[in-house]
């Protein structure tokens, strides 16, 4: 069926669009109209199963009612509040709600509108939770080589995709990298953690000697790097990088935007790897991606940290106009409420090993030189055409639009994340489009 021609022409659109081939896609748009549980409606109806989730934050499905009628009655009945020295009782339920969930004493929260934003804002709370404490000298902030962690200047720069960082100036100052984790040659074709690599976490060290570990504020990670081509931690690794954090005052922070919210089979991926860190960015499956919201949760120590001095001072000078918007916190708590009555922040655990099986079914097709998975995660990675790396992967994706399903791909890595209702005979029917196309992408 080419339905094309239906598709109103896009090309003089002035809609610069984010990550995109703008104009690429204005002449051959792929348009989505609607959606409903695992799938998405082209504008001619036809129907896409739904492989990473949106962007890898509708976790309980599309157009879900109790989310849609909890944001159609807070519309109408308080539309927008002042979060500044102000407040609304949704905000203050949506906390305690969120936080019960939290591992450790990560019961504090930090409402933002997104991923990006809750990144920069774990950022900006360590640098000024050491100073609160008189240790102002930790000026620098770690991240790692293909790390991502959203687009603001603070989560640029301690990111580690290359193609996002090199356009935009030096970015902030004082910022290092460790390396990424991402070995094929010893980790090919891995179920879950890869065996090999748990020492690359010694890479901090190497840092800790040359700037002194004295003026390193935080170490930002992704539990699992997905955005970056889904970069399983190796056994030990994330261990490791706590022990020499610990060792060396060094507050860890775990980039939860993907991890979070049932993807690894519990509430938040830090649970799964049983790594407790000191502060969790978390945005995307808080709302199950109807309204923009993020929150960064942080350690007893770090909220009391701030809790001193006069009564009359505002203790963290950040925030943003839409934080703890009613909107958001009202589908934030309908989100939270269709999770557990479905059992959706333990369900990726139970899907696990039938998902793994139809992942790794697809080793052998043709240029596929690494599958590897964790959760309700997949990725496909495929061997890069001679000089035009990435060209691939986007006929991939653009393949899979025409065969019934809508996948992200990142570079020439698919990375599969669909919605945590997901049925196996759709998982079945997912792998069963992907191994067509990877059988038609030469
Ligand atoms: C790990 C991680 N951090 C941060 C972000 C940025 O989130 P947002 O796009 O909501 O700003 C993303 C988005 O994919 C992400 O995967």
Not at 172 to 198: C, Y
């Amino acid at each position: 069926m080419n339905d094309r021609a239906t598709v109103p022409t896009l090309e003089n659109s002035a809609f610069f669009m984010p990550f995109s081939m703008n104009r690429q896609f204005k002449k051959a748009p792929r348009l989505i109209a609607r959606a409903e549980g695992m799938h998405y409606y082209t504008p001619e109806g036809r129907k896409l199963i739904d492989g990473t989730s949106g962007l890898w934050c509708v976790n309980a499905g599309h157009c879900r009612e109790k989310i849609v009628k909890a944001v159609q009655k807070q519309v109408a009945e308080l539309d927008f509040a002042p979060a500044f020295q102000m407040g609304h009782p949704l905000a203050f339920e949506f906390a305690d709600r969120i936080a019960a969930l939290a591992p450790g004493d990560l019961k504090r929260v930090f409402f933002t509108n997104s991923g990006s934003e809750s990144v920069d804002t774990a950022l900006k709370l360590a640098l000024a939770y050491h100073r609160a404490r008189g240790e102002g000298h930790r000026i620098r902030l770690i991240g790692r080589e293909r790390g991502y962690h959203g687009v603001n200047f603070g989560g640029t720069a301690v990111g580690g995709v290359v193609g996002n960082r090199k356009i935009f100036g030096a970015l902030v100052a004082g910022v290092d990298h460790i390396r990424h984790t991402h070995d094929l040659e010893k980790n090919a074709f891995s179920r879950g953690q890869p065996k090999h690599g748990a020492e690359l976490a010694d890479d901090l060290e190497r840092l800790c000697a040359l700037h002194d570990a004295s003026t390193i504020a935080a170490v930002i990670v992704e539990p699992v790097a997905c955005s970056g081509g889904v970069l399983v931690p190796p056994v030990g690794y994330l261990e490791r990088l706590r022990a020499i954090c610990d060792k060396h005052g060094i507050l860890l922070i775990f980039d939860e935007v993907i991890t979070a919210w049932g993807r690894l089979g519990k509430p938040f991926g830090a649970q799964h790897f049983g790594v407790l860190p000191d502060l969790i960015a978390t945005a995307k499956g808080i709302t199950n991606g109807t309204v923009p919201m993020g929150a960064v949760f942080m350690r007893e120590r770090i909220y009391q940290a701030f809790m001193t001095g006069p009564e009359n001072a505002i203790e963290m000078p950040h925030g943003y106009t839409y934080s703890s918007h009613p909107l958001a916190c009202a589908a934030g708590l309908a989100t939270m409420q269709v999770y557990e009555e479905e059992g959706l922040l333990t369900r990726a655990a139970e899907l696990w090993p039938y998902w793994e099986e139809q992942a790794h079914a697809l080793k052998g097709l043709p240029n596929v030189i690494d599958i590897r998975n964790i959760g309700l995660i997949a990725a496909i990675e495929l061997a890069p055409r001679a000089g035009a790396p990435g060209m691939r992967g986007l006929d991939a994706h653009t393949k899979a639009f025409e065969k019934g399903a809508y996948i992200r791909v990142a570079g020439d890595i698919i990375a599969l994340a669909p919605p945590l209702i997901i049925r196996k005979e759709e998982i079945d029917q997912l792998f069963e489009i992907v191994r067509g196309v990877l059988k038609t992408t030469n």
